[in-house]
């Protein structure tokens, strides 16, 4: 069963969906996994208080970006309260394999990434989990 989300994971990894950068974004955000050095920052276009389009760029494991990748696939469409309340369970699921907790960083980068984007352009503070 694993072996399905594997494929997902490396499919995400090699072709990452709305991947690159967008011309003056209305919220952006960008931050570093020191532990293993996952690189991730995020471009959002936001309408009607919807994001309108999304893109993220960014470099390191498989597991940080086809977690970025379906991130953006989730988020596209949400409005701006709907995609700041997502939660780390709901990238673990996407993800769909267990995570050593060395990788578990690696996968909520990318919600840490767009939730900070999200929370600046709402002229709030996040402040993690």
């Keep these: 069963m694993y072996d399905m ?12 969906r709305n991947f690159g950068a967008l ?3 209305d919220a ?7 532990l ?3 690189k991730l920052g995020f471009h959002i276009r936001i309408a009607d208080k919807t994001i309108a389009d999304i893109k ?10 086809a977690s970025a990748s379906m ?13 700041a309340k997502l939660e780390k369970d709901e990238v673990f699921a996407m993800l769909g ?15 840490k990434v767009l939730k900070v984007a999200l929370y600046e352009y709402m002229g709030k503070k ?4």
């Design 97 to 111: 394999i267990p995570l050593s907790a060395s990788r578990v960083k690696c996968a909520l980068l990318s919600l």
């Design 71 to 83: 991130l953006t696939e989730l988020a596209l469409g949400k409005t701006i309260e709907e995609a």
């Design 23 to 25: 011309d003056a974004p």
């Design 126 to 129: 996040y402040d993690g989990d």
């Design 56 to 65: 993220f760029m960014g470099q390191g494991c498989a597991i940080s970006q």
């Design 28 to 34: 952006a955000a960008t931050d570093v996994n020191t």
């Design 5 to 16: 989300y594997q494929e997902n994971i490396l499919d995400h990894y090699r072709n990452p």
């Design 36 to 38: 293993c050095g996952d």
